[in-house]
């Protein structure tokens, strides 16, 4: 059984840093895609950046140039740092994943997911 579990989320001020984790547990395939999406209360989740097995990144418009994902596979923790952060990015962010190769980047594509960690940023 996967399981997906965020930390990291909480308040700052706009300008600041935050570094979300997401720790994979029961993951045996070889090859997967992992992902960060974050949701705002009646909207739909937003992909925010994808990393593959290969830790070749992509981005969202709005991430790039701001937010890093990255992944220590030893440990088996995904990570996001979010620098630079805007009342925009206020959001409860989630940590997904799917086994392949590619990088995905629709939520549809993902079949697990963690339970979320709340962003809030304040200006």
């Known amino acids: 059984q996967v399981q997906l579990v965020e930390s990291g989320g909480g308040s700052v001020q706009a300008g600041g840093s935050l570094r979300l984790s997401c720790a994979a547990s029961g993951y045996t395939y070889s090859y997967y895609c992992m992902a960060w999406f974050r949701q705002t209360p009646g909207k739909r989740r937003e992909w925010v950046a994808s990393i593959d097995s290969y830790g070749n990144p992509d981005y969202a418009n709005s991430a790039k140039g701001r937010f890093s994902i990255s992944k220590d596979s030893a440990k088996n923790i995904l990570y996001l740092q979010m620098n630079s952060l805007k009342p925009e990015d206020t959001a409860t962010y989630y940590c997904?994943?799917?086994?392949?190769?590619?990088?995905?980047?629709?939520?549809?594509?993902?079949?697990?997911w963690g339970q979320g960690t709340q962003v809030t940023v304040s200006s």
């Open positions: 997904a994943a799917d086994p392949g190769r590619g990088l995905k980047d629709r939520e549809d594509e993902f079949a697990y």
